[in-house]
């Protein structure tokens, strides 16, 4: 009896959870228009019996759902949602910016912001709000030092002198 085909080389398998969509999350992207826009309209989901329980227990910055309460506070103190926290806090690219890679603009740094984990439903029920504080980094000199212009000009100041 023929063997079933692996349908990939024998090498490939670590790239198996990239061609795979059926564990794809939500992009980081994704994520920071979500927290953007409506981060307690996602705390506060409606019952729905096909999600992992229904519904209620979502992390907003790893985009999963989770069974019940002690499951979700256990997922807050893993590396996979510590690494997305880090990930979250520099500001995701976007069109804006390729467009200033292309030539279309003067190159902006990416802000860094200061991420803190979601509270939990008791505390969401209370009034506490999901932060997201935009920690503005001292600004790095700039390349205009380094312009011709004010080179010429330090250049005639040296041939006056002379």
């Known amino acids: 009896m023929p063997y079933a085909r692996k349908k990939m080389h024998s090498g490939d398998t670590h790239l198996r959870r990239r061609w795979r969509l059926r564990n794809r999350r939500k992009d980081l992207d994704e994520i920071d228009t979500d927290l953007k826009t409506e981060p307690e309209k996602l705390l506060q989901q409606e019952i729905d019996l096909d999600k992992p329980g229904f519904g209620q227990f979502y992390c907003i910055h790893c985009a999963t759902y989770y069974i019940n309460d002690q499951a979700i506070q256990a997922h807050f103190r893993t590396k996979v949602h510590k690494r997305r926290l880090k990930a979250l806090e520099i500001e995701p690219y976007s ?52 312009s ?13 002198e002379l």
Do not use: W
């Open 95 to 146: 069109i804006e910016d390729s467009l200033r890679a292309a030539g279309q603009g003067s190159f902006v740094q990416p802000q860094k912001r200061k991420m803190e984990t979601q509270p939990c439903l008791a505390d969401v029920e209370a009034g506490k709000r999901i932060k997201v504080d935009t920690v503005m980094e001292d600004e790095k000199p700039a390349k205009q030092e380094l």
């Open 148 to 160: 011709k212009s004010k080179k010429i000009i330090d250049y005639k100041k040296v041939l006056e």
